[in-house]
């Protein structure tokens, strides 16, 4: 209940009195509209209008995309077609709210992951470090921007935290109700963002660590989905998208299409690792994962949480556009960071058996922590 007042204190007094408009969120803005009913010359029109008060019609570049011509901007979106739960959601909401609701339905996923974050980290002992970190996530100010955008992140972010949390229970015990959950989120997490990939080698860890292969098999729901979301809108490939990313790069230059990804790429991965280096923190998960690795007690969990975090980084490869990766890597790396912490120091605050009760219950005690 205090992690749910906190962000909803925190929905009201910060991230809707500061909304982000974004070029892509008028690609939502249009697929809601017409979702709502529009036709698609009426939802440009109407989701232009909108967007026409912006402080984006400021820059030539992204009043472009704002003033597109209603006969190709549905196909000039292609790229986002797939995404369908994020402005279906917001086209239900659309009669009331107007495109306000973009807004309304990411504050309200804040709240909402604020409590799936914090039912995420009670997979583990300590309900009071899931308390401070589900907190500590609420309030950085990449959670916070997330939840004032006009982007489908804030939303997938609910169904990745519930999607971890069933993970790290099926790393110990394996029951029906967390395995339809597991599936459920994974779903929903494929019908926000294209990133089925994200469940699954999480739960490929535990088939390999427990050799307990029906987590794998719930989570393929997401594979199916996407494929069935793929097939119904004909939806960019991955080397469409990239093609995609490659003809709306900022600065055109006359390098081909391999010479810019290669570039792009190598580029990318140079920043995350110079990232990595100046903030410190993921250099200690790394250190932190490998440590619970090797203890047998949080091996599980720590793989789960280890597969996790590398199928974060598919964003790399998949979109090499070092601007973008506060939302596409940094921010689905915030819950399994926070479950790396839990984890982390709850293996180091384990008890130890005072010496005078004898090297048999010391030895006893290093086994149960082990």
């Known amino acids: 209940m205090l992690v749910a007042l906190f962000a909803i204190a925190i929905a009201f ?5 500061h909304p982000t ?22 939802a440009t029109l109407a989701a232009r209008a909108f967007y026409d008060h912006t402080e984006m019609m400021s820059n030539p570049r992204y009043r472009a995309l704002i ?13 986002f077609e797939n995404r369908v739960l994020y402005p279906w959601v917001v086209g239900m909401a659309l009669g009331t709210a107007g495109f306000r609701a973009l807004f309304l339905v990411n504050a309200a996923a804040y709240v909402a992951f604020g409590l799936a974050l914090f039912w995420m980290l009670g997979a583990f002992k300590r309900p009071v470090f899931a308390f401070v970190l589900a907190l500590l996530a609420l309030a950085l100010p990449v959670t916070r ?50 990133t089925p990939y994200l469940i699954v ?54 390098d081909s299409f391999r010479a810019w ?19 410190v923190v993921p ?25 996790g975090g590398i199928a974060c980084l598919i964003a790399v490869p998949f979109n090499p556009v070092p601007s973008s990766f506060e939302r596409v890597l940094l921010l689905p790396l915030v819950p399994v960071f926070c479950a790396i912490a839990q984890c982390t120091a709850e293996a180091l605050l384990v008890k ?15 086994a149960a922590a082990d």
């Not at 007094?13 to 009195?17: A, E, F, G, I, Y």
């Not at 250099?283 to 597969?307: D, F, H, N, Q, S």
């Open 145 to 194: 921007a997330s939840a004032s955008s006009d982007l489908t992140d804030m939303l997938s972010m609910i169904w990745w935290a519930l999607a971890l949390g069933a993970l790290l229970r099926l790393a110990h015990q394996t029951r029906p109700a967390t395995l339809a959950l597991l599936a459920i989120s994974g779903i929903l997490l494929a019908l926000t963002r294209p």
């Open 283 to 307: 250099l200690l998960m790394i250190a932190a994962a490998a440590y619970g690795l090797w203890r047998t007690r949080t091996r599980a969990e720590m793989a789960v949480l280890a597969a």
């Open 13 to 17: 007094v910060s991230v809707l009195k």
């Open 67 to 79: 003033d597109l011509d209603p006969s190709v901007s549905f196909a000039k979106s292609k790229v």
């Open 201 to 254: 080698l999480p739960a490929l860890a535990i088939g390999i660590v427990r050799a307990s292969w029906a987590p794998l098999a719930a989570s393929l729901g997401s594979v199916a989905a996407y494929a069935a979301v793929a097939i119904a809108t004909h939806a960019y490939g991955i080397s469409e998208q990239l093609h995609w990313v490659y003809d709306h790069r900022p600065t055109i230059t006359n």
């Open 261 to 279: 990804y290669e570039s792009a790429l190598l580029s990318s991965i140079r920043y995350v690792i110079a990232e990595a280096v100046r903030t």
């Open 352 to 366: 130890r058996v005072p010496a005078e009760f004898g090297p048999a219950a010391a030895a006893q005690s290093a």
């Open 21 to 42: 408009y974004t070029p892509d969120g008028i690609v939502y803005a249009r697929f809601a509209a017409r979702d709502a009913g529009y036709s698609e010359r009426d």
